[in-house]
């Protein structure tokens, strides 16, 4: 279950028809603007909204890597130590349809070009961990399924980030009221019905990535928090 907080700033701007005589208004400012004609009494307002969520999902990023003295020795003990760290994975609970080859390279390497010293094989895995307080334990089996095992980082994110993209939006619009609804009796109108929204600067969640530091010290897996924030901009009518 994702859990919300929620924290909420916004800057205003009025267009208030609330005058019956001359207009005053600043051509060259859109902080707030007069509207003569009666029938045209609007407010303006710019609402925003804030979530912030914990990631749920980590997506581990490993694999292996081998130097062998012939390019054939050193790739099938690769695919030999990939196929462990891919069943140390599996133990771990995680799933197979979770698991993805993201790297397969083989290449020599000099001493002094163009004196090959041997053969460098890499296979990387990446691994989605679907329950984030399972990290530790999997990140320690993919540690123990051998020497060629290298960890590249994590990165975390929202799996469901529309549905706190909606919460935000919900946020956003009742700041708008209420921003509207103090500018109305501020000017000692009624808020009317809504005219126009438009949905401003939106913020969705991003992924996070750390480094491979990160992910070897067990002790300092954290996922965090991911932000989302949403601007409306909500025109009503005034009575």
């Known amino acids: 279950m994702i859990k919300l907080s929620h924290t909420v700033a916004a800057a205003a701007f009025v267009t208030m028809g609330m005058f019956g005589g001359a207009a005053f208004a600043d051509s060259g400012s859109d902080v707030a603007r007069v509207v003569v004609d009666e029938s045209q009494a609007q407010v303006t307002v710019t609402g925003e909204g804030s979530l912030s969520s914990p990631p749920d999902i980590m997506r581990l990023n490993t694999g292996v890597e081998v130097r062998r003295a012939t390019p054939g020795q050193a790739f099938a003990d690769a695919r030999r130590a990939a196929a462990r760290l891919t069943k140390a994975l599996l133990k771990a609970g995680i799933d197979a349809k979770d698991l993805r080859t993201n790297e397969l390279a083989l290449g020599p390497e000099y001493d002094t070009y163009p004196k090959v010293s041997g053969y460098r094989a890499v296979q990387g ?7 984030v307080e399972n990290a530790d334990k999997v990140i320690e089996a993919a540690v123990e399924a051998g020497e060629e095992v290298r960890l590249n980082g994590v990165s975390f994110e929202i799996s469901d980030g529309r549905k706190v993209l909606r919460a935000a939006r919900e946020v956003a619009f009742k700041d708008a009221r209420s921003r509207a609804e103090q500018y109305a009796k501020l000017a000692g109108r009624e808020l009317g019905p809504v005219v126009t929204i438009a949905e401003e600067n939106v913020t969705p969640p991003r992924p996070m990535a ?15 928090q991911q932000s989302v924030s949403v601007s409306v901009r909500v025109v009503y009518g005034l009575r």
Do not use: L, N, T
């Open 125 to 131: 895995v990446e691994a989605v961990v679907r329950d």
């Open 210 to 224: 750390y480094g491979a530091g990160i992910a070897a010290d067990k002790a300092s897996i954290s996922p965090g």
